[in-house]
């Protein structure tokens, strides 16, 4: 199987051809296969109803990069975003559609120094990602020239409004010059968003991503929230606690499809890899040696498991998320077939929350959160589990053939010394806490000292009940109280009403939240403030003597994973 064909036969460059498949992407995604042909083969402007994680950014990212001129220095697309953490991560996959390209991508963002963006724009780049705010900035002090724009892409135009930022975008566009292609992405169509459409495009496409929906009424859903530097640890504690792990796991890229498998192999699973690279006799062969159960964990791409027809799954697992809801669908159909129950389990990071909230909700299903099994409980699993089989060996006079082993044995030592022995010989280290490393709670904001004395900014909110937020943004990053609440609740999910007392000064905010919220909003927002400081901090107490003497807590040691070739 061919897929890059799949790519090249929607008319993409070599070049793209080359960043495809070295981001190891199998097949255009439903967005892709939409957009790609309409945006290269016509001059119309394009309306996208997709969501998060559909793949649009390749969908507009990918044409755009084969129709602007390289090494220009004059900026040919601006994508615009409603959030800076949105406008880092488009940029940082636009940039790696280059595929050797003279073509510089620059994010823009409020909160960033204005000097390092001077000097980026001045040098001249290509492809512009930002947010609102700073762009209108920097067209007012004419440090940004558009006039030589062909693309203007509005990235989750429905958030845009949301955020109170519609006005600020209709600013951009009316600098921007009128023969330029526009195209509007949104996962929602609100009437606001249609007439932007209408008002600012002559003549354009709509194109939308049908959802059909199926019910999965046998299967268990759950969701677990990792990082992801601990999804393969979650994997491995979710393989441990099951006895009958019978598994398709599947993740985004045939890399990662590799990697884990290895890694799996590598810890004593039995793990195959399944992808569109594999051969269709190697796949015939691995998918029978799954069939006979002699491999328990099948790896694949969506694409590779296209076909796959087995009835008695135990589990089906989204390593990474899937794209869209009918691709979540698709997979977890796989589980709770003829009648079984199965078990659907999906692992999101904290950013890809909403993006399982529009699963949830666009495929109709309920997805359940739930914890990782601590070490200890993992081992007393295994230590009970081990017993239990020992006991049927006995219940089934199973071991008749080694009784003479056994009085050999016990001529020499005490009978617990020998069992003891028995089990270390059978299990190795099995019940050892080694096999496992410690997982971090992704949205804890209590760290462990050793990390808080690297980010001394980062101080824990206080106990009380209230915390008073410090933010470092204000009106010079042309925010007011509603951005603000706006902007805190769409990156951290809070409900709005909890966000009160809000200041909102020149250079920076305060606003008060309840204790509970503060811990995962500033987790939220670590590393997002100029300099990967944090953007929000829980504002300084007036006695801080007791942080201080936290901040000199020497660092814990890390444990380290020890791996088995034998379970
Ligand atoms: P987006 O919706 O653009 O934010 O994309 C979500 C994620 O899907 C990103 O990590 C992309 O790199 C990835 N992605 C986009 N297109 C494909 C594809 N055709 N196959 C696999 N992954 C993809």
């Known amino acids: 199987m061919d897929n890059m ?13 080359l960043a495809i498949s070295t981001k190891g992407f199998e097949e255009p995604s439903p967005i892709q296969k939409m957009t790609i042909p309409l945006l290269i083969q016509n001059e119309k402007d394009i309306v996208g109803q997709a969501q998060t994680g559909t793949g649009k950014t390749a969908a507009f990212g990918l044409p755009i990069m084969d129709m602007i001129v390289e090494g220009s220095g004059q900026v040919q697309a601006l994508i615009l975003t409603p959030t800076r ?24 963002y409020g909160g960033q120094s204005y000097n390092r963006q001077f000097s980026r ?51 951009i566009l009316s600098k921007t010059p009128a023969e330029k292609r526009f195209l509007l992405f949104s996962a929602t169509m609100p009437k606001r968003i249609v007439q932007l459409a209408e008002n600012f495009m002559s003549e354009y496409e709509v194109v939308k991503v049908d959802s059909t929906q199926l019910t999965v009424d046998l299967t268990d859903q759950i969701y677990f929230e990792v990082r992801a530097s601990d999804k393969f640890e979650a994997l491995c504690r979710i393989i441990d606690v099951e006895p009958e792990f019978y598994a398709l796991v599947f993740c985004r890229t045939k890399l990662k499809v590799d990697h884990l498998a290895n890694a799996l192999l590598d810890r004593g699973n039995d793990a195959a890899a399944l992808h569109g690279d594999v051969s269709q ?26 076909g796959i027809d087995i009835d008695d799954l135990t589990h089906v697992l989204n390593y990474s998320i899937p794209q869209d809801p009918e691709s979540y669908v698709h997979r977890i159909g796989r589980t709770g077939r003829a009648g079984k129950l ?53 219940d089934q006079d199973d071991y008749h053939d080694n009784m003479h082993v056994a009085n050999e ?28 490393t410690e997982i971090t709670d992704p949205r804890s904001q209590r760290q462990s000292r050793s990390t808080r004395q690297n980010q001394p900014d980062d101080y824990s909110p206080d106990q009380e009940g209230i915390t008073r937020l410090f933010i470092a943004l204000g009106r010079k990053d042309d925010i007011n109280a509603q951005k603000l609440v706006n902007f805190i609740r769409q990156e951290a999910m809070v409900d ?21 919220e503060a811990e995962h909003i500033i987790n939220t927002f670590r590393g997002k403030g100029r300099d990967k400081k944090p953007l929000i901090v829980a504002a300084k107490p007036k006695n801080d003597n007791d942080e201080k003497s936290q901040r000199s807590a020497p660092p814990k040691r890390k444990q380290k994973t020890r791996r088995s070739k034998k379970r």
Do not use: C, W
């Not at 930002?130 to 990235?155: A, C, E, N, Y």
């Open 281 to 306: 006799a190697q796949r015939e062969r691995i998918l029978d040696s799954f069939k006979r159960k002699r491999v328990n964990i099948l790896v694949a791409t969506d694409v590779a498991a296209r």
């Open 121 to 171: 724009l001045e040098s001249g780049v290509e492809i512009i990602v930002g947010t609102p705010g700073r762009l209108i900035d920097h067209l007012k002090r004419g440090t940004l020239d558009l006039s030589h724009l062909k693309f203007m892409v509005l990235d989750e135009a429905d958030e845009m409004l949301n955020m109170g930022f519609i006005d600020d975008v209709e600013f």
């Open 85 to 108: 953490e949105l406008a880092i991560q488009v940029a940082e996959e636009m940039s790696s559609f280059r595929g050797g390209r003279k073509i510089s991508v620059l994010p823009i």
């Open 5 to 17: 064909n799949k790519f090249a036969e929607l008319g993409l460059s070599e070049s793209s051809l």
């Open 496 to 516: 709005p009403n909890h966000i009160r007392n809000i200041q909102v000064f020149d250079n920076f905010s305060f606003a008060n939240v309840p204790f509970q």
């Open 409 to 436: 044995l016990l001529e020499g030592f005490p009978p617990d010394m020998i069992i003891a022995a028995l089990l270390t010989h059978a299990y190795k280290d099995e019940f050892s806490t080694d096999r496992y």
């Open 342 to 394: 199965g078990t659907a389990i999906t692992f999101i990071t904290p950013s890809e929350y909403r993006q399982l909230m529009q699963i949830q909700h666009f495929s109709n299903s309920e997805i359940r959160k739930e914890t990782l099994p601590k070490i200890k409980d993992l081992i007393k699993i295994k230590r009970e589990r081990i017993v239990a089989e020992i006991k049927e060996v006995i």
